[in-house]
């Protein structure tokens, strides 16, 4: 099978419940989100895919891009996101380059996205698991800055805490942003 007959895995990172709505740490889940409200030619709603402990939506090719996608969640901990990432991309035999993580980046200024295939993890444990999990490193990251902590607070405090007003007012277009970046990796 070529590749371009397989789904690209779109993963959003993200903390499951209400506790973690609306956190820096959940800003690949909102991506999802947006993703998810662009599909033509109605949105696209998450449903629990069980076998992997995600939720997800099977979009054909034409619905959000030239490829067929599979946008999705875990239900779990971004700390053991690589489990679920792993079963997805076995279920759906995707290649660990057709699998885009987005995920949160304290090393980006609040609002820059960047998209690189591979590289490290810069501390971020839910690349970690997903990286040990798949047994590679060669897998596309999203990255959302969400800017560095202010003064000494701990890097984990501040990922889980949420955003200012006026942060909160720059998100709708941080994540169309974002998303614009998934379609572009999609019409490749």
Known sequence: ????????????LGNPGPKYA??????????IEELCSRVVPMPASLSVHKR?????????????GARKAVLGRT??????????????????????GEIIVIHDELE???????????GGDHGHNGLKSI???????DYQRLAVGVGRPPGRMDPASYVLKGFSRAEQAELPIICA??????????RR
Do not use: C, Q, W
């Open 52 to 64: 992997t402990n995600t939720e997800i939506a099977e979009l054909p090719a034409g619905r959000l």
């Open 75 to 96: 239900r779990g901990y971004m700390n053991v996101s690589g489990g679920p990432v792993k079963a997805l991309a076995n279920y759906f035999s995707v290649p660990a």
């Open 22 to 31: 609306g956190t820096r740490h959940n800003i690949g889940v909102d991506v």
């Open 1 to 12: 099978m070529r590749v371009s007959d397989n789904p690209v895995l779109i993963i959003g």
């Open 108 to 118: 980006l200024d609040f609002g820059d996205v960047r998209l690189r295939p591979g």
């Open 177 to 186: 942003d974002a998303a614009d970046e998934v379609e572009r990796f999609l």
């Open 131 to 137: 990286t040990k999990s798949l047994g590679t490193k």
